[in-house]
T-cell receptor
Framework: SQKIEQNSEALNIQEGKTATLTCNYT??????LQWYRQDPGRGPVFLLL?????KEKRKERLKVTFDTTLKQSLFHITASQPADSATYLC???????????FGTGTRLQVFP | DAGVTQSPTHLIKTRGQQVTLRCSPK?????VSWYQQALGQGPQFIFQ???????QRGNFPDRFSGHQYPNYSSELNVNALLLGDSALYLC??????????????FGPGTRLTVL
């Protein structure tokens, strides 16, 4: 069956450290993968998109890698801050019409 | 630019009732998708509307239906509500005409509680 798994329900790290979140998928061949941030009671907010022919993408303190052989994406936040505390969702496209399949999310807590 | 807007913010219904949720897409966007997000889960795709027609559908029963108007706004209707329909309902939009924009712009959601 098709499945998207994100590592551990919660990740707690100290301010200033690098947070690494994992997204693994099976039985998909996505053209691209996206990462979203979601705060409690709010809709997801787009962060980064990486295409199947790209290995790495960066945006400010964020970095995403995409390994289509391993069927895995890693999402890094460097120099993490308490304001980075939120749930992070990975999502795959499943065709030409922008339908997204989401993982369950990883809740990140950055403490001072 | 107002972004994606949804109404109402919160809604409480009882089992068996019917509900209509509304969404206005971001300016310039012509495609609207609806997602259901249960507590502690990721959003699940319900369906997508483009040019006033349902273009794709997820694994949801026929109790879930929708509509898109000529101004691209959309409605989600759920009939015969069940307790399990309690969730955050998210609307997302994107401009299909411009294929470089693959990211979805989400609204704040409607929190539906079924008692």
């Amino acid at each position: 069956s098709q499945k998207i798994e994100q590592n551990s329900e919660a990740l707690n790290i100290q301010e200033g450290k690098t947070a690494t979140l994992t997204c693994n998928y099976t039985n998909y061949s996505p053209a691209y993968l996206q990462w979203y941030r979601q705060d409690p009671g709010r809709g997801p907010v787009f962060l980064l998109l990486i295409r199947e022919n790209e290995k790495e993408k960066r945006k400010e303190r964020l970095k995403v890698t995409f390994d289509t052989t391993l069927k895995q994406s890693l999402f890094h936040i460097t120099a993490s801050q308490p304001a980075d505390s939120a749930t992070y969702l990975c999502a795959l496209d499943v065709g030409d019409t922008d339908k997204l399949i989401f993982g369950t999310g990883t809740r990140l807590q950055v403490f001072p | 630019d107002a972004g994606v807007t949804q109404s109402p913010t919160h809604l409480i219904k009882t089992r068996g009732q019917q509900v209509t949720l509304r969404c206005s897409p971001k300016s310039g966007h012509d495609t609207v998708s609806w997602y259901q997000q249960a507590l502690g889960q990721g959003p699940q795709f319900i369906f997508q509307y483009y040019e006033e027609e349902e273009r794709q559908r997820g694994n949801f029963p026929d109790r879930f239906s929708g509509h898109q108007y000529p101004n691209y706004s959309s409605e989600l209707n759920v009939n015969a509500l069940l307790l399990g329909d309690s969730a955050l309902y998210l609307c997302a939009s994107n401009p299909t005409r411009d294929r470089s924009y693959n990211e979805q712009f989400f609204g704040p959601g409607t929190r539906l509680t079924v008692l």
